[in-house]
């Protein structure tokens, strides 16, 4: 069993920067693969990024350039760096765990975070 607690939303005006953690608890975290999600009321959940257990990344299109996802399994957390944001982000964005091979679908992922909050203001 993983655990997985979100934090780091929050408000912030359109151009600026927030730093989401996942912390987990439980074992084997280096062993999972870790993702990022986002959802809005009334609208599916969204891929956003994803790092695999040996480093392998892939992004959405749509944060290439602006997201940096990151992993410290020292410390059981999974980051996601936000730079660049535009009102269009807000989101609940949810961090999820998984085994098996790097995925952008959230079927493959069997734990999930309650979510935290992230508000871009224009």
């Known amino acids: 069993q993983v655990q997985l607690v979100e934090s780091g939303g929050g408000l912030v005006q359109a151009g600026g920067s927030l730093r989401l953690s996942c912390a987990a608890s439980?074992?084997?975290?280096?062993?999972?693969?870790l993702g990022w999600f986002r959802q809005a009321p009334g609208k599916e959940r969204e891929f956003v990024a994803a790092?695999?257990?040996?480093?392998?990344?892939t992004y959405a299109d749509f944060v290439k350039g602006r997201f940096t996802v990151s992993r410290d399994d020292a410390k059981n957390t999974m980051y996601l760096q936000m730079n660049s944001l535009k009102p269009e982000d807000t989101d609940v964005y949810s961090c999820?765990?998984?085994?098996?091979?790097?995925?952008?679908?959230?079927?493959?992922?069997?734990?999930w975070g309650q979510g935290t909050q992230v508000t871009v203001s224009s």
């Open positions: 999820a765990a998984g085994l098996g091979p790097l995925s952008t679908y959230p079927m493959s992922y069997n734990y």
């Open positions: 439980g074992r084997a975290f280096s062993s999972y693969k």
């Open positions: 790092i695999s257990w040996s480093g392998g990344i």
